[in-house]
């Protein structure tokens, strides 16, 4: 049998292996941040009508550069941006991978502050682009220091922030997003997937594009707004910037579906959006539960939680998961990440929290 070692790839992808967030059919799925909850039944009818009005035409190719959707996508964000500030492709993911074949390639590289998004490296691997794994402060923290610190000693192409940063949770005070553009000699990617989960009060990197040729904030309807499944992220930039990632952009990336689909999306934005405040209430009892426990948890803005199980974390995803409940092991020692979804995958995944600690649930005052 051929195997991968016998092809003649290239030498830095071999002994690779590949994006693999386990998809596994358990009860509860609580390991990469989706939304728990379905599509609602007006919504579904809406994106069906769309998709139905583009099928006699789909013998001919889709605007290429999704101009009605991405006028759309301005709209919503709102800041006063226009279409030819915003840029769209196949999840945010493309959209990182279009700014590194942009931006970074052979020769070049970029800077992440991790633990970070794991497909940051991966993207800039397939695109050639060196990874410098920055460090974060106690607590996962970063601030404008260390941050700016990191920066004048590797001066990388492309400084990828994370904000609320993944696995950990904790949006990024915008005072280190411009001290990071006052000292990055290349481009600065704000990754705000979870932008629309932040706690009051935060601000966006959205906020800081004025004036800021070299600032990229991406964003995507894969969290908030859960369509994962429909695969749709943007970005929001300097015009300029938009025009680079058009140098790079597959033609046609963007099928007639996705664009008809997101856009339908995006009009009935008030019942999609309508699950984030349910949400960010179960992100927040998970996080004061499991500090009842006297477990410790970073503080979120996004819709999951990173929680300490101390000792081997594989062992206790393994222990959750034989309780029916599928969390994530983003390989950090002693720590877990849980998607916070609906109240009763939140009971399921703290009655499995207790029977992990062998712990009973903090009892109510009447029941003392
Ligand atoms: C989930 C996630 C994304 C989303 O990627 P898509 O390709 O838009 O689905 C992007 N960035 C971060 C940090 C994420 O956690």
Known sequence: ??????????????????????????????NTNENSYPVPEPVVEA???????????????????????????????GHGLTVDQVWAANGSNEVQ???????????????GFVPAYSMHPLLALGTCTRWVPGRRGADFGLTAEEAVAQVREHRPDVVFLCSPNNPTGTALDPAVVTAVLDVAPGMVVVDEAYAEFARPGTVSALAVLPGHPRLVVTRTMSKAFGFAGGRLGYLAADPAVVQAVQLVRLPYHLSALTQAAARAALAHRDALLGTV???????????????????????????FVLFEVGGDQSAAWRTLLDAGVLVRDVGLPGWLRVTAGTP??????????????GTQAPRSRGEQ
């Not at 071999?14 to 609580?30: E, H, I, K």
């Open 344 to 357: 009763a995958e939140t009971d399921a995944f703290l009655t499995a929290m207790d029977k992990l600690t």
């Open 97 to 111: 991978q279009q700014l590194l074949q942009a931006f970074g390639g052979p020769g070049r590289s970029a800077l």
């Open 1 to 30: 049998m051929t195997t991968l070692d016998d092809l003649p790839i290239r030498d830095d992808l071999r002994g690779r292996t590949p994006y693999g967030a386990p998809q596994l059919d358990v009860p509860v799925r609580l």
């Open 47 to 77: 994106i069906g009508k769309a998709l139905a009005a583009e099928l006699r035409d789909l013998n001919r190719y889709p605007d290429r550069d999704a101009v009605a959707l991405r006028a759309d996508l301005a709209g919503y964000l």
């Open 277 to 303: 405040a349910a949400i960010k209430e179960q992100r927040d009892r998970i996080v004061a539960e499991l500090r009842a426990r006297g477990l410790r948890a970073a503080d979120s803005d996004a819709n």
